[in-house]
């Protein structure tokens, strides 16, 4: 039997080192601040890259065009985000433990043409044609994932047989005629099409948003207080809620300035903020996490490894359709083209654009947010100036190589300050 031993007592002299990310909280901004500076020290950069990247974007397009930042412009790039950042939340999920997903543009245009056939050819009604579409979806990604989790073949290898077979059954329910009109006001074209035009949807949401946000910080500073852990001072909490205000606001005004608050862009930030609880507060997401760091430390943690890769690659081939219905509601038709062209490499540029690691356990949905805003508002600048598309592929794969730079450089610099 063994007999508890007491921890020696400290030599004299000698000085107990504490985590700064403990006392943090207790030394109000200013440790915020010597807390920033380390974090930046110590390579987690986080989305700090990505958000001065944006402003800048912004800052060069309105000193070209001052159209740029009008509300129309700003509105539709609102819109565009919607198709390419469900599908990029997506693939968030997939990086997150380390793996790549080559599959979800021909599985967003498998899912555009499988409501196209149910609801147009065959008469269905449009909501369950749009579930079993989105079904689809999440049938196509759990295939994927049985493959790599059960049988072992790699991802990589898995989604690129993906690529081709779906893109091929694509095109085999589409028919000889290849594009499938849909109807301007049905379900699916409205996606995109239908805004809330009273002002107070804008600005009620952008309430909701706010006193969502402030109420459940608090409502986590409180249960930590309650536990004796440090937390953050109300100031900090009514500081950023503040800010917050005024970024919805100000979104909430611009949008009420043009058509209204666009149903496309509530649907992308509600699943960005589901999904986002479901990786910070479920156990799942935590075993995502987990994935993303070790994969054997998680199987001898208990986590079932195999069943956590199929939900992830079953929720990117989920996302991936509903980006796909959300892209075919933009030209109110499924065609041949759906799911080509530059929608895969997009998608996954958002994602590590917006700060996702490649290498796996980092990165949270709200990348996606911000990595498609990037793209979309380069495309649009680069539109509103007239640029040839040769030159829109160059620059996106610029700043998409400035990313994956910035992640490699912030890996190795956490290494070295030993927190990887």
Known sequence: MLTPVDAPAPARGAVTVTDPRLLVREQGFGGYAAEFRRRLGSGELGSVPVVVGLVVIWAVFQSLNPAFLSAENLSNISVDIAGTGLIAVGVVFVLLIGEIDLAVGSVSGLAGAAFAVLSVSHGMPEW?????????GTAAGAVHGFFFARIGVPAFVVTMAGLLAWNGLMLQILGANGTINLDDAGLVAQLTRYYFTDIAAAYGLATVAVAGYFLSA????????????????????????????????SAAYLLNQYKGLPLALVIFVGVVVVTDLVLRRTAFGRQVFALGGSIEASRRAGIDVTAVRI????????????????IASKIAAANQGAGAGDLLMSSIAAA???????????GRTWSALLGVLVIVSIQKGLQLESIAEPVKYM???GVLLAAVVIDSVSRRTQKAAGRV
């Open 352 to 362: 590590v654009i917006g700060g996702t690691s490649l290498f796996g356990g980092r």
């Open 128 to 136: 369950p044609a749009l579930i079993l579409a989105i079904l689809t």
């Open 218 to 249: 608090l409502h986590a500073a409180r249960k930590r207080d309650a536990a004796g852990i440090p937390s953050r001072p109300l100031s900090e909490l009514a500081l950023r809620a503040g800010v917050l205000a005024v970024l919805c606001y």
């Open 311 to 326: 939900t992830v690659f079953a929720i990117s081939g989920t996302l991936a359709a509903m980006g796909g219905l959300m």
């Open 395 to 397: 620059i996106t794969g």
